[in-house]
């Protein structure tokens, strides 16, 4: 069975502090991978898409890069604006032309000033 | 920020009343997608369409159904609802079939059955 698993569940660091979020998947034939940020009380906004294995995409203080088992959003030096959940989704190959995504969880951040 | 809306944006109702929820997207994407986001769950899909009057189930479709008359609206209806259908909706849009399309999300609906 398709999954995708998200660490850790809540994570609290200091204004500056650098720290990693991990999304592990097990699919069958990863077509794939995407990162959003939710706020409270907000839908999803899309962050980043990851295709192969190698491949590294920046945003500001945040950069994302994925390996055949999993996928990790770097945070550097993060600001308390930085403070959401982060959530991690794949496509899979049998996902087929309708694009559907399997999410994970989420990460929740909290950044203290 | 992609052009979706969603309404209404909050309601209460009771066991066994029907409701509907529109998504509204300006974008003239292809693809709408209904899902529902519970704590310890994450976003599971509900329904999703690929065309008008294109519809087909996702992982927890049990006691909705969805139709889609034109491009720009795609609407969710739970004929009787229950408490356990008691959650935040979101409705998604995407561009293209056979690529590698993010989804946008709208705002979202806070339903709460009683």
């Given at each position: 069975?398709?999954?995708?698993?998200?660490?850790?569940?809540?994570?609290?660091?200091?204004?500056?502090?650098?720290?990693?979020?991990?999304?592990?998947?097990?699919?069958?034939?990863?077509?794939?991978?995407?990162?959003?940020?939710?706020?409270?009380?907000?839908?999803?906004?899309?962050?980043?898409?990851?295709?192969?294995?190698?491949?590294?995409?920046?945003?500001?203080r945040l950069k994302a890069t994925l390996t055949k088992k999993e996928s990790f959003l770097h945070i550097t030096a993060p600001k308390p604006?930085?403070?959401?959940?982060?959530?991690?989704?794949?496509?899979?190959?049998?996902?087929?032309?309708?694009?559907?995504?399997?999410?994970?969880?989420?990460?929740?951040?909290?950044?203290?000033? | 920020?992609?052009?979706?809306?969603?309404?209404?944006?909050?309601?209460?109702?009771?066991?066994?009343?029907?409701?509907?929820?529109?998504?509204?997207?300006?974008?003239?994407?292809?693809?709408?997608?209904?899902?529902?986001?519970?704590?310890?769950?994450?976003?599971?899909?509900?329904?999703?369409?690929?065309?008008?009057?294109?519809?087909?189930?996702?992982?927890?479709?049990?006691?909705?159904?969805?139709?889609?008359?034109?491009?720009?609206?795609?609407?969710?209806?739970?004929?009787?609802?229950?408490?356990?259908?008691?959650?935040?909706?979101?409705?998604?849009?995407?561009?293209?079939?056979?690529?590698?399309?993010?989804?946008?999300?709208?705002?979202?609906?806070?339903?709460?059955?009683?």
């Amino acid at each position: 069975e398709d999954q995708v698993t998200q660490s850790p569940e809540a994570l609290r660091l200091q204004e500056g502090e650098s720290s990693s979020l991990n999304c592990s998947y097990t699919v069958s034939g990863l077509r794939g991978l995407f990162w959003y940020r939710q706020d409270p009380g907000k839908g999803p906004e899309f962050l980043f898409t990851l295709y192969s294995a190698g491949e590294e995409k920046e945003k500001e203080r945040l950069k994302a890069t994925l390996t055949k088992k999993e996928s990790f959003l770097h945070i550097t030096a993060p600001k308390p604006e930085d403070s959401a959940t982060y959530l991690c989704a794949v496509r899979t190959a049998y996902g087929g032309a309708t694009n559907k995504l399997i999410f994970g969880t989420g990460t929740l951040l909290a950044v203290q000033p | 920020d992609a052009g979706i809306t969603q309404s209404p944006r909050h309601k209460v109702t009771e066991t066994g009343t029907p409701v509907t929820l529109r998504c509204h997207q300006t974008e003239n994407h292809r693809y709408m997608y209904w899902y529902r986001q519970d704590p310890g769950h994450g976003l599971r899909l509900i329904h999703y369409s690929y065309g008008v009057k294109d519809t087909d189930k996702g992982e927890v479709s049990d006691g909705y159904s969805v139709s889609r008359s034109k491009t720009e609206d795609f609407l969710l209806t739970l004929e009787s609802a229950t408490s356990s259908q008691t959650s935040v909706y979101f409705c998604a849009i995407s561009e293209a079939s056979g690529s590698l399309n993010e989804q946008f999300f709208g705002p979202g609906t806070r339903l709460t059955v009683l």
